[in-house]
């Protein structure tokens, strides 16, 4: 089985280039189908507002669930007091297994980490070669797994992407995809020094074409056990933990532990938010 971890669906709000505009999907899926795709992670392209785009692509992969995997979109800075309530709502109403952040939109901030961790959800950052952030994601947040893709920078910035290596192979709760990679030398080396189960098959399609980031990974020439695991197994793993509490009905009782109970007073989805709870005590 071959899993694509990282590809944009759905209608942007923006007009700046096909990032924050249109991520249609019709010759993503007829290209995946003729490399031998059988499954891919989508999440918004860039939008204004990420409960309106989550939802899109959470209409999209409850049309197919057998074949999408839902992550939700998050803006750091927008989604301030309500991140635990987008989250929420796209994991228990869609069945979305993680999280997408841009550091295009704003840095990563704790608030998100921490919904990630008491929803056990992997959280894919695009740092844009700011790659000196893994150091503190990585022992802030020893149980969420980071997976920041394009092995740290989109641009092809070399530096970063050198750097990037180094925490990979360091960190256990640090992992790259392979997408948009061109410096082939670099991927080669992540593999060898971090190993492949650090490392995890995405085409950032629809934009790429996912076969030609396919090829690319094949040409590796890695053993088949470990081409497996970039190909999906190391995804599989990734998201086991918050697949087991939504077919056990476990997450109730896991955001409870990490954000106490639920009142009958506090149900709307804004008080459930523990940050605004926060900010409402201080006051
Ligand atoms: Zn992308």
Redesign the pocket.
Known sequence: MIIDC???AGKGDGLTGP?DTAAPLEDYLRRAATSGIQRTVL?AAFHSDYAVANREVGRIVAGQPDRFYGFAFIHARHDRGRVAALVREAVERFGFVGI?V?RYDARISREICEVAQSYRLPVLY?VMGEVSICELLAREYPQVNFII??LGS?ADDWRAQHAFIDPLARHPNIYTDT??VRRFDLLVEAVERAGPDKILF?S?GP?LHPGLELAKVRALGLPPSAEQLVFGQTFLRLISQVRTLLATGGLNREFKRYFGPVTPSSRSAQLLDPWLVRRQEAE
């Open positions: 990282h590809c944009h990032w999440f997408k841009h695009d893709p394009h989109f997408s948009g995405g950032d934009w």
